[in-house]
């Protein structure tokens, strides 16, 4: 079985990452959405929240599953039997990043690749800091995220 990993912060998933997810799953038979734990970084959302985010977004599509890891993503690959590292660009900046941690993934791992998808035209601004700063300051973000992320801030 052919399985993609789909790893990040998701704090909280957008419908950005929704368009990579949609593009991403007609290439694998599973997509594993890997909430991908980084302790230094100080989230908006619990764990558990945004677990809950993501599994409610996984509902709308056959093959795709959620996950999460405390450790590097290539080794959560290794276990699982996964090939591929699902990840998005959209500006320059992302690029910068995304290569350095291609580099680095290759230097774990041979035979576990990374695969880019282009932001789509209107999304290449959505990243979910973003949308935090957005909300704080009272702007309407239901355009952007799953209707389940927008109504946990008014919670
Ligand atoms: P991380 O902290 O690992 O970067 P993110 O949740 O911020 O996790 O992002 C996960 C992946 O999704 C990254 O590859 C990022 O570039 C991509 N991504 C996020 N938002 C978008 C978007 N609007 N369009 C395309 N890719 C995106």
Redesign the pocket.
């Known amino acids: 079985m052919k399985i993609g990993v789909y790893?990040?912060?998701?704090?909280p998933i957008?419908n950005?990452?929704i368009?990579?997810l949609r593009r991403s799953v007609s290439l694998f038979d599973k997509v594993i959405l890997l909430l991908?734990v980084?302790p230094n970084?100080k989230s908006a959302f619990s764990i558990e929240q945004r677990l809950s985010f993501m599994k409610e977004v996984a509902k709308g599509f056959p093959n795709v599953e959620v996950d999460f890891t405390e450790g590097l993503t290539i080794e959560y690959c290794r276990k699982v039997g996964a090939k591929h590292i699902i990840?998005?660009?959209?500006a320059v900046t992302?690029f910068e990043y995304?290569f350095q941690l291609a580099a680095a993934n290759r230097y774990l791992s041979k035979d576990i690749d990374m695969v880019f998808?282009m932001?789509?035209e209107g999304?290449?601004f959505?990243?979910?800091s973003t949308i935090n700063e957005l909300k704080k300051n009272g702007a309407d973000i239901s355009p952007l995220v799953p209707p389940i992320v927008n109504e946990a801030y008014d919670k």
């Open positions: 790893p990040g912060s998701f704090d957008t950005g990452h368009g990579i991908a980084n970084k990840r998005g660009l959209r992302d995304e998808f932001a789509e999304s290449s959505i990243s979910s």
